[in-house]
């Protein structure tokens, strides 16, 4: 017998109102994994998901979601490691809603799955357990590669290039690495911690971020080229 449709996505949890006008935390509190493995039930697991057709760098959305369902956190936030190194980040401040929850089948009766909730739950799950591990990584292939920038583009391909071989260095002109992530975007909407998190996650795969470095003026561009090709 097929399964009703739950047509209501979990709701998040947040902070009380009264509470969070006297503090800059983060709003939203996360789902608790029972509201996670209910959200999750509610995936189709359609054998083409389309959800999977809005994601920029192509997460296997299904695959993530039924381990999910399963309780199987620490493999859901693997899965979503394949192709995407910041998923704390990602749950957070994706536009889900113009990317792959509008694709969601479910989306044309009842609210889409709750894809970034789920992204930001699992990866908070392994982070907060202490279970991040490294993955397997491709041998060194010799060649060395400088990223400019560490905002979330610079840290997405420095995060692919490293688990390829490569030696990646991302030199940042500020003091902190993350660019938007760090500098732009509100604490109560992306909290500090959790993209020094993701950043220290990069680092631990084997990338070098060389902080205060601006192209042109600290360092030039030939020595960066002889930093990087030598
Ligand atoms: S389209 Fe929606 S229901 Fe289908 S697999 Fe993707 S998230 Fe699940």
């Not at 209910?38 to 998901?49: F, I, Q, S, Y």
């Not at 041998?139 to 990646?168: C, F, I, M, Q």
Request: include cysteine.
């Amino acid at each position: 017998m097929k399964k009703p449709i739950v047509a209501k996505k979990q709701p998040m949890p947040e902070q009380d109102p009264a509470v969070r006008r006297g503090n800059f935390k983060e709003v939203p509190l996360g789902y608790t994994p029972e509201q996670a493995m209910a959200e999750a039930e509610r995936c189709l697991l359609c054998p083409n998901p389309q959800c999977m057709n809005g994601c920029p760098v192509e997460v296997d959305i299904r695959g993530f979601l039924d381990l999910v369902r399963q309780g199987e956190f620490v493999a859901a936030a693997r899965k979503i490691k394949e192709t995407n190194a910041l998923p704390a980040v990602c749950g957070r401040v994706c536009p889900q809603e113009t990317q792959c929850e509008i694709k969601c089948v479910l989306a044309k009766k009842f609210d889409p799955l709750a894809i970034g909730r789920l992204e930001r739950f699992v990866a908070d799950w392994e982070r907060e357990h202490d279970l991040v591990e490294i993955p397997p990584k491709k041998a060194p292939n010799g060649r060395k590669v400088a990223v400019v920038g560490s905002g979330p583009s610079g840290l997405t391909v420095a995060g692919d290039l490293v688990l390829l071989g490569y030696e990646v260095t991302i030199y940042e002109a500020f003091h902190k690495p993350g660019g938007v992530l760090m500098y732009g975007i509100p604490e109560f909407r992306l909290p500090k911690e959790i993209v020094q998190r993701e950043v220290d996650y990069l680092v631990q795969l084997g990338v070098r971020i060389e902080l205060n470095q601006v192209i042109g003026k600290t360092i030039t561009v030939q020595e960066l080229f002889s930093n990087t090709f030598a």
